[in-house]
């Protein structure tokens, strides 16, 4: 990765708005239709052009193809690997099993407004502790990854979008070995290892095959951990959380031993969605253990109304040499459009505490997580973009 040693470098998260005619056929596939493979290719090399070329002309520095490919950040490696069957099972076979999630639970009204359920977010136990069926991600043979064709595509068609555009810079997003076990269209139950540990270690050895061909082509590895949203669930507590990032952060070591950490970042994840977000564990709690991973790249939420005091922790942070530090200075969740000296200031801050060669601005999740549910329209997504490039360049005129 390249340091801001001349001026302050942007990035983002990863999803970016889908053209039109990808989005159809992604909601198609949804339904269990698959569209043309040879028309979604086509459309997919269309729209990684357009959205590489709009990120560069925002001010965007390291580009990616805006997981136009992909329905989700997480779910799309149920595509990508053999050995998974989504399977009708008792709810009290699924790991991990827990309730309603924390927000919900303290305001429902937040979920009556959307229409969601209280328990949307995971597997629950019914009251009562009788037994329901769910529709879960489930081992049932030896895990290998078969997604090599649609990788090499997504390859491809990224950095041929960089060349036309004059990018230098590409990351590409990929789930974590670890996020297997946390829920977010995880592999909930296990009918074919041994153990537990033997499937999430079969998980991580066939991701290995995606990350190492990424980097491989000279595109930065983005490893999504969504492990911030756990202390959002009801049945997980501080200690809870620190223990599953730790074991996250062991199983991704391994999957990425071979891989340059310079070559890798880390978007560490609170949630994407707008929402009360009281539940978050602070930066502070697990800080400690997210530099110990290998990557040397640590993406953080900063910009949203939970967050954006966080950046008076790094003062007492000792940060790894060679690490870097990716704030979001523009808040995913919200329509409003950062004016860019807002921007500027954030910036500021972090470049500051940690020294501005130090870190790189960013975005604080994706603007279009799961395609088609965006809650940032599209033409806004895309002005929030030129506002963090805007932001970056007013920010150099004080710190270069």
């Known amino acids: 990765m390249k340091r801001s040693t001349e001026r302050i470098l942007t990035t983002h998260c990863g999803s970016l708005p889908r053209a039109p005619e990808v989005l159809t056929m992604l909601e198609e596939a949804s339904a269990g239709r698959a569209p043309d493979r040879a028309r979604f290719d086509a459309a997919v090399r269309e729209g990684v052009a357009d959205v590489v070329g709009r990120q560069v002309e925002a001010g965007v520095d390291v580009v990616n193809d805006g997981e136009m490919s992909k329905q989700s950040f997480m779910g799309y490696y149920l595509e990508r690997l053999g050995g998974l069957t989504m399977t009708e099972i ?3 076979d699924a790991e991990p099993v827990r309730g309603p999630s924390a927000e919900m639970r303290d305001y429902p009204g937040y979920a009556e407004r959307w229409g969601l359920p209280p328990g949307r977010a995971g597997v629950q136990r019914p009251a009562g502790g009788g037994a329901s069926r769910v529709v879960a991600p489930v081992a049932t043979g030896p895990v290998t990854y078969t997604g090599t064709a649609a990788l090499r595509r997504d390859i491809d068609s990224v950095l041929a979008a960089a060349r036309a555009a004059g990018a230098t810079d590409v990351f590409m997003t990929a789930v974590p070995p670890g996020g297997t076990r946390f829920g977010f ?12 540990e033997e499937l999430e270690e079969a998980v991580g050895e066939a991701m290995r095959v995606e990350y190492e061909a990424i980097v491989g082509a000279g595109i930065v590895l983005q490893l999504d951990c969504n492990w911030g949203a ?16 730790t074991h996250g952060i062991e199983l991704m070591n391994h999957a990425t031993r071979n891989i340059d950490p310079d070559m890798m970042r880390i978007h560490l ?18 800080v400690d253990l997210m ?4 990557p040397a790249g640590l993406g953080v939420v900063a910009a949203n109304g939970r967050h954006e005091w966080e950046w008076r922790i ?9 690490k870097v530090i990716i704030p979001g200075v523009i808040d995913s969740t919200t329509n409003i459009i950062e004016h860019p000296e807002t921007v500027a200031e954030r910036i500021r801050r972090f470049a500051d505490v940690l020294g501005r060669e130090n870190i790189i601005a960013g975005v ?12 940032v329209v599209p033409e806004i997504a895309w002005a929030k973009l030129a506002a963090l490039g805007e932001g970056a360049r007013l920010a ?5």
Do not use: F
């Open 230 to 245: 756990l202390s959002r669930l009801a049945a997980y507590s501080t200690e809870d959380v620190r223990r599953m990032i």
């Open 364 to 375: 604080d999740c994706g603007l279009d997580t799961v395609a088609g549910s965006a809650q």
């Open 396 to 400: 150099d005129s004080a710190l270069y």
């Open 291 to 294: 530099l110990t991973a290998r």
């Open 269 to 286: 994840c609170w949630g994407a969605d707008e929402a009360p977000h009281h539940k978050d564990l602070p930066l502070e709690a697990i």
């Open 90 to 92: 008792d709810a009290t």
């Open 314 to 322: 790094w003062k007492d942070v000792k940060v790894p040499d060679g």
């Open 185 to 196: 269209g995880a592999v909930t139950a296990n009918q074919y290892y041994p153990t537990r």
